[in-house]
């Protein structure tokens, strides 16, 4: 139904900033609900944000709370992750996914139906 494409990652040093990109196919991009999760190497995939879809919503994780922002414009079929204050521990590899379920538990990675190929974050310290 959607194909999703990350790009904008690269190597940053701490205190850097980086936006994240997520490219989707299709027309019925507003029909989902839209996250960012990641994974770092021998970590467990970890959820980072999400928005609701048409971007009235947002939740995040604690640790990235005040530093990073997710947005989305329906227009160009495209989510965004802003990051701001970068940490070391940011380091990772970022993906978005997208959901159609409707009673989404957003921090849930089985909550959604759609994946990117990820994109490589690493901050260096």
């Known amino acids: 139904q959607v194909q999703l494409v990350e790009s904008g990652g690269g190597l940053v040093q701490a205190g850097d900033s980086l936006r994240l990109s997520c490219a989707a196919s299709?027309?019925?991009?507003?029909?989902?609900?839209m996250g960012w999760f990641r994974q770092a190497p021998w970590k467990e995939r970890e959820f980072v944000a999400a928005i609701t879809r048409f971007g009235k919503t947002t939740g995040y994780a604690d640790s990235v709370k005040g530093r990073f922002t997710i947005s989305r414009d329906n227009a160009k079929n495209t989510v965004y992750l802003q990051m701001n204050s970068l940490k070391p521990e940011d380091t990772a590899v970022y993906y978005c996914?997208?959901?159609?379920?409707?009673?989404?538990?957003?921090?849930?990675?089985?909550?959604?139906?759609?994946w990117g190929q990820g994109t490589q974050v690493t901050v260096s310290p």
């Open positions: 299709g027309r019925t991009f507003s029909s989902y609900r």
């Open positions: 996914a997208a959901s159609s379920r409707a009673g989404w538990d957003y921090v849930k990675a089985g909550e959604y139906n759609y």
